[in-house]
């Protein structure tokens, strides 16, 4: 099974920036709209956003108004924009779909947010 590979994260500051990239193999997640997920330290993971599947962005309460999700169909690259980054948005960051599909997880993007 191809996994996916995020990738954008680091070390940001309280209030920065930040914008995690998911280049999705042609055909591998195809059906089910693209999704971010994030799993916080000592915690399940967590879907943050996703497409509907008429296009439209939907986002968990805790990241509505500051992340935003994109899609570059022609290069098949799923983007998370991060912007007001809380310390509590720390955590790994994973592309899949929604709903998930668990063959398909990747090593994540470490994101770290830290005065």
């Known amino acids: 099974q191809v996994q996916l590979v995020e990738s954008g994260g680091g070390l940001v500051q309280p209030g920065g920036s930040l914008t995690l990239s998911c280049t999705v193999p042609n055909g591998v997640l195809s059906g089910n709209p693209k999704a971010w997920y994030r799993q916080r330290p000592g915690k399940l993971r967590a879907l943050i956003a996703h497409?509907?599947?008429?296009?439209?962005?939907i986002y968990a309460d805790y990241v509505r108004g500051r992340f935003s999700i994109s899609e570059d169909v022609s290069s098949n690259t799923v983007y998370l924009h991060m912007n007001r980054l809380k310390p509590e948005d720390t955590g790994v960051y994973y592309c899949n779909t929604f709903p998930k599909d668990d063959s398909r997880w990747g090593q994540g993007t470490q994101v770290t947010v830290s005065s």
């Open positions: 497409f509907f599947y008429d296009g439209s962005p």
